[in-house]
């Protein structure tokens, strides 16, 4: 089955967990890897991978996405909140609500992505001790992520939808 990886990454976070999907599923059915592109919607299914930006994905995902006819798809993304898996959840409800058809989603995988450190400075000015100290552990906790767990278990769930799926391609 032909698939696609398309990602919006601006710091690189995204693009590393494309690469893993990338890693998992064989070469010679990919007919496109990039960032969010009208070539990519040829695609039987697309592995579509997506920045957080206020609690949904970025503006080029949520153009992309209204573009989805039948394809099938499955939602990859980081955010740079990461200690609550309802988090997660709440925001690929979000992103799948872009969808024409959300019933086509037929996997997902999200992680802690790591902010620049403009994003540490503003925190450390904040008057709110109780809040500052919990924005700056949180920052801190995701300074390494994606790692290489992260990318595994982002593996993990591309074969296990893959396999749920009936048509089972993945290495
Ligand atoms: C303008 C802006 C808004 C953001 N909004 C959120 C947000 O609402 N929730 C969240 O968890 N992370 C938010 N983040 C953090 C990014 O989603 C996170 O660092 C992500 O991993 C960046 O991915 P990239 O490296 O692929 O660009 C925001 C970052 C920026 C720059």
């Known amino acids: 089955m032909r698939y696609a990886i398309v990602y919006s990454s601006v710091t690189g976070n995204t693009l590393r967990l494309a690469n893993a999907i990338k890693e998992a599923l064989p070469e010679e059915s990919c007919v496109y890897f990039g960032e969010p592109s009208d070539e990519a919607l040829g695609a039987e299914r697309i592995y579509v991978g997506f920045w957080t930006d206020k609690g949904t994905c970025d503006a080029k995902t949520s153009s992309f996405l209204s573009k989805i006819t039948s394809q ?26 872009k969808l ?72």
Not at 131 to 155: G, I, S, T, W, Y
């Open 72 to 97: 099938k798809i499955f939602l990859f993304g980081t955010a740079g909140f990461g200690g609550s898996p309802s988090y997660f959840d709440q925001i690929l409800t979000a992103v799948s609500e």
């Open 100 to 171: 024409n058809t959300p019933d086509c989603v037929f996997g997902s995988y999200m992680c802690q992505g790591k902010m620049p450190d403009a994003v540490r400075r503003r925190y450390e000015g904040m008057e709110d001790p109780i809040r500052r100290k919990m924005l700056l552990d949180n920052f801190d906790a995701a300074r390494v992520h994606p790692d290489e767990a992260d990318c595994k278990r982002c593996q993990e769930a591309v074969r296990a939808a893959d396999e749920n799926s009936g048509v089972a391609e993945s290495k």
